[in-house]
């Protein structure tokens, strides 16, 4: 298949792999900040192909694994409610909240229902006009666009019965805090490819310019990965750190307009609340004014408060998901790692979400390493 | 409301009747089944194997099967994989009230045809009707029974060090045909359903070498699930190689589209021997005779070394675990 085996190709890998040796003269930390890139390293064994000199870690890029325990336990009580059709996408719906999960409000009795494409949810409300149909908004500024569609096409369609509860986040403002936090050196950052494909290269100006980090776009396909890798060798080596894009097929310094226009149009920006990091300012979007109607947070305030209010949340004890995500540890740091946590029995979300860095550790051995 | 199964086509009285005689013996008919008695009798001498399988997919009808050629396929293969020959079949159909006459038609049909090529016969069966709303359509239970060749001698335990391991064809079809069915995911690939008896292509590689150790169909799970089952079984490790497995192009895709590492994704035509390595190339020769097996290829091999655990060369190279399917195959959000 033309558009992925030609970014697989073992030669090219290896000479590539050779060029980053040859380059690499100090140790150097990155972060992955994606959890897909997390993935595909772990899954085509970068981590070996690479020189001893490159240490890369996992950043707080799965965003099933960030989303906030409250936020959960929000969805989990509105799930519980009469009358309501719960939407939402893959894993979420197995992340332990502080006392249940959507997949345990599932087994009790709640219609929770996974879709593919948030379209699908708009079609299921304008299946059941006399229920009230809400879709769990996780994700990045990837999802972001299409969640905002579906949002217009509802207003325009006057699907009445139809919410989102934006739980939606946006990646530069998190890096800037990761790199304000301080508690890990990074030398460079892989930058998240599907995320920059949508708002481009310029937002991330600012880790270069004031951190003095350097920042190269990736793809997520082995080649892909390799090549970014090299590009940030070659950047921390020379000393001239910048936002460079080595996914020259996917992302444009200007972003895609059109998804950015949609995005605009329903969500304003508002602080948002990161599992492991806390209330980061800036770094959410929520649905604006104009569309508020569709606010899952409005429609069902009073639960949003009680949620709130009871303070339930809860983190499991032992649980190293919050510095697995802030790059502070490894998934082989926590004393839970495939000891008590597992996928089967999973503890934090980190090991739930298959974007998770601690499932793809477990998935694609790294012990065996 | 001639056209759809109500309540009373459970009943036991005349509704059931015509249903057994009208829609299930004029194409499932044998001399056996005819009698219609309580139990099917019949004669059968050596090491017998016996299976059981129920099967509730959904959507019932997808591309290259429909659950009818399934469950047939399903049993035969269960059986297939003791390295018995499938003689006798039961069929047990649970339907929900209101589905179509139509549709259950087809779905015999399809039981029909499926037995005819594996050359099984059912034998023995039975109908329930439940209320709408307690089962999803239809539910079928297949059981099966077959004979095994005196010499043959196959198990999960029976890998041993310097073995073989053979796939018999490209992976991941019917899990991604049944994919791109179900509601939420109308995505068209051209990918249809595996879904096969593979019980002649058993006996063909039988009659190259008794030599085969062990053999299992990759179903749910996938390959990385059986592999993993015949590694703790034998206490062996196991190595493979990713770029020997076949995958057709439209999977490729859509695993790549859905985020799922196709090993992990069902089959339901596919097997994986692991056999004496000197026999390897005689076995692979003579499987690719079978439609079947045309794809076969050797996939890697058994060693010593990390009992219980499977290893994948990657195409890049460097090695890593390949661990069995911890719950469900989910597409990827971001």
Not at chain 1, 228 to 245: F, M, N
Not at chain 2, 81 to 96: D, F, H, R, T, V
Not at chain 2, 187 to 206: G, R
Request: overall charge negative; some cysteine; proline content about 5%.
């Amino acid at each position: 298949m033309k558009f992925i085996d030609e970014y697989q190709n073992s030669e090219l890998a290896t000479k590539l792999a050779q060029r980053i040796a040859d380059r690499s003269t100090k140790p150097i930390r990155l972060m992955e900040f994606c959890g897909g890139h997390t993935h595909a390293i772990m899954r085509y064994g970068i981590r070996q192909l690479v020189p001893k000199t490159v240490e890369m870690r996992s950043g707080p890029g799965c965003p099933v694994c960030v989303t906030a325990t409250s936020d959960l336990d929000k969805a989990i009580a509105i799930a519980h409610l009469p009358g309501v059709i719960i939407t939402t996408f893959g894993d979420i719906i197995r992340v332990p909240g502080s006392y249940s999960s959507l997949q345990q409000a599932k087994a009790e009795g709640a219609d929770i229902r996974v879709v593919y494409s948030i379209m699908d949810a708009v079609e299921i409300a304008k299946a059941n006009p006399r229920k009230s149909v809400i879709f769990i908004g996780i994700g990045f500024e990837t999802t972001a666009p299409t969640i905002a569609a579906s949002i217009i096409k509802a207003k325009k369609e006057e699907v009445e019965n139809f919410y989102v509860l934006s739980l939606l986040k946006l990646t530069p403002p998190v890096m800037k805090t990761l790199l304000d936090l301080g508690e890990v050196k990074l030398d460079g950052i892989v930058g998240p490819g599907h995320v920059s494909v949508i708002i481009g290269s310029y937002p991330y100006e600012f880790i270069p310019r004031n951190y003095g980090v350097a920042c190269v776009i990736s793809g997520f396909e082995p080649l892909d990965i390799l090549l970014c890798i090299d590009k940030l060798v070659e950047q921390v080596e020379s000393g001239k750190p910048q936002v460079e894009i080595a996914y020259r097929r996917g992302v444009k310094p200007q972003g895609n307009k059109k998804a950015l226009e949609s995005m605009n149009e329903v969500f304003e920006i508002d602080g948002a609340d990161w599992r492991g990091i806390g209330i980061v300012p800036q770094s959410g979007l929520k649905i604006n004014q104009k569309y508020q109607h569709f606010d899952a947070d409005k429609a069902f305030p009073d639960l949003s408060l009680r949620a709130k209010r009871s303070n339930l949340e809860k983190e499991p004890r032992g649980c190293r998901c919050g510095d697995i995500l802030r790059g502070v540890a490894t998934p082989l740091e926590c004393k839970l790692f495939g000891k008590v946590c597992t996928p089967e029995k999973p503890v934090g979300p980190c090991m739930v979400s298959s974007e998770g860095a601690c499932a793809a550790y477990y998935q694609y051995g790294a012990s065996y390493e | 409301m001639n056209d759809t199964i109500l309540l009373a086509h459970g009943s036991g009285g005349k509704l059931s009747h015509e249903l057994v005689e009208k829609r299930f013996l004029p194409f499932l008919t044998n001399p056996m089944l005819n009698k219609l008695d309580d139990s099917a009798i019949f004669e059968a001498n050596g090491r017998l194997a016996f299976t059981t399988d129920s099967y509730v997919v959904n959507p019932i009808f997808f591309p290259g099967g429909d659950i009818g050629k399934l469950a047939i396929c399903g049993t035969v293969n269960d059986l297939s994989m003791s390295g018995a020959k499938p003689l006798y079949l039961s069929l047990s159909a649970i339907i929900e009230e209101g589905f179509s006459l139509k549709e259950l038609e087809r779905v015999v049909q399809s039981i029909e045809a499926v037995a005819k090529e594996a050359e099984v016969s059912i034998i023995t069966g039975d109908t329930k009707v439940v209320n709408h709303g307690q089962a999803d359509k239809l539910f079928i239970n297949t059981s099966g029974i077959g004979i095994i060749p005196a010499e043959v001698d196959i198990s999960g335990a029976n890998a041993k060090d310097g073995d073989k391991i053979i796939l018999s064809g490209t992976i991941g079809d019917h899990g991604i045909a049944i994919m791109s069915q179900r509601e939420g995911l109308r995505f068209s690939v051209p990918v249809e359903s595996d879904c096969a008896p593979l019980n002649k292509l058993v006996a063909q590689m039988l009659e190259a070498s008794l030599k085969i150790h062990c053999l299992r169909d990759p179903t749910r799970g996938g390959l990385a699930t059986t592999l993993n089952e015949f590694a703790e079984q034998s206490k062996v490790g196991i190595v493979i190689q990713e770029d020997k497995i076949p995958i057709e192009e439209g999977v490729k895709a859509a695993c790549e589209l859905l985020g799922f590492d196709p090993i992990y994704v069902a089959n339901e035509g596919k097997l994986v021997a692991i056999v004496e390595p000197n026999d390897a190339d005689k076995i692979l020769a003579q499987m690719k005779q079978n439609t079947c097996g045309k794809d076969a290829a050797i996939i890697g091999e058994v060693i010593s070394e990390h009992p219980g655990r499977v290893i994948m060369k990657t195409k890049l190279g460097p090695s890593r675990i390949v661990d069995m399917l911890s719950g469900e195959l989910l597409p990827r959000i971001c």
